[in-house]
Nanobody
Framework: EVQLVESGGGSVQSGGSLRLSCAAS???????MAWFRQAPGKEREEVAH???????VYEESAKGRFAISRDNAKGTLYLQMSSLKPEDSGTYYC???????????????WGPGTQVTVSS
């Protein structure tokens, strides 16, 4: 059984940075790992994912500002966020799935989320 717990959220001003972490228990080394974001009144959307072979894909607005990484030895997924904007605000969720893809993640493992608030 995989369990995920996010940390590192908080409140920052526009242009600031935050580093999110997701601690995983159970086997995730061979899994695709992702960060999702859900803003109030909006659907949850994928921000970035990293496959077990290191392949990374970013959502368009995250390119050049966010960096996803994983440390399999520590069982931890990271999201370094820079040049934050108010529209980056929301609850950030860590997810794990045997394969990448929005449909696959729906039946995957999820953390409870961590709140990020960016003020202008």
């Amino acid at each position: 059984e995989v369990q995920l717990v996010e940390s590192g959220g908080g409140s920052v001003q526009s242009g600031g940075s935050l580093r999110l972490s997701c601690a995983a228990s159970g086997y995730t080394s061979g899994y695709c790992m992702a960060w999702f974001r859900q803003a109030p009144g909006k659907e949850r959307e994928e921000v970035a994912h990293i496959d077990d072979d290191g392949t990374i894909v970013y959502e368009e607005s995250a390119k050049g500002r966010f960096a996803i990484s994983r440390d399999n030895a520590k069982g931890t997924l990271y999201l370094q966020m820079s040049s934050l904007k108010p529209e980056d605000s929301g609850t950030y969720y860590c997810a794990a799935s045997p394969v990448c893809g929005t449909v696959a993640f729906r039946s995957g493992y999820w953390g409870p989320g961590t709140q990020v608030t960016v003020s202008s």
